[in-house]
């Protein structure tokens, strides 16, 4: 496989064809992405192959909050009790013929690598999403995100955890 790059979503990019298997998270990219980045209401990136320009996935990340009542105590117990800002991952597909080649992974990184890049600018905690199924949920939690409490499929990851990560 070629050379995969993560860019900014721009106009010259094709989405027509993406089809990953989920009508709603194709619908967003071919019809709303855009329109939702330049409203400043959430930032996409795809992946395209090295020389083209087919979308083969996309994270669109905005910002947003977790609320201390949906926190765990034990992790939470030193933080201050008022909501807590996050990067949020709005959406992330791979299209089917690229699927289990590590594009999702790459693209998650990429959020993580934004989120870490903001949290030394402004107030970020963590990086938090809605997983959109068990598999999803398991693929999260194996990259070291861990469970909202009393929402099953949403997860966080610590800033301070992601850059330990980084790290290693």
């Known amino acids: 496989m070629a050379e995969v790059k993560i860019e900014s979503l721009h106009k010259h990019h094709d989405r027509s064809s993406f089809d990953c298997g989920n009508e709603e998270l194709d619908r967003y990219l071919k019809q709303l992405a855009r ?42 117990a030193r933080l201050p009790r008022h909501p807590m800002p996050v990067l949020h991952v709005a959406r992330i597909a791979t299209d089917k013929s690229y699927q289990g080649r590590g594009i ?17 600018s402004m107030g970020v905690y963590a990086l938090e999403l809605v997983a959109i199924d068990s598999a999803a949920y398991e693929f999260y939690l194996r990259r070291g995100f861990l469970p909202v409490k009393g929402d099953s499929m949403h997860l966080y990851a610590p800033i301070g955890t992601l850059k330990s990560a980084r790290a290693t």
């Open 35 to 76: 329109q939702h980045q330049d409203k400043g209401f959430a930032k996409t990136w795809v992946a395209v192959l090295e020389g083209s320009i087919n979308v083969i996935g996309y994270v669109s990340l905005a910002m947003g909050h977790v609320t201390f009542e949906n926190a765990d105590p034990e992790v939470f």
């Open 104 to 120: 999702a992974s790459m693209l998650l990184g990429h959020a993580v690598d934004v989120a870490i890049a903001a949290s030394e």
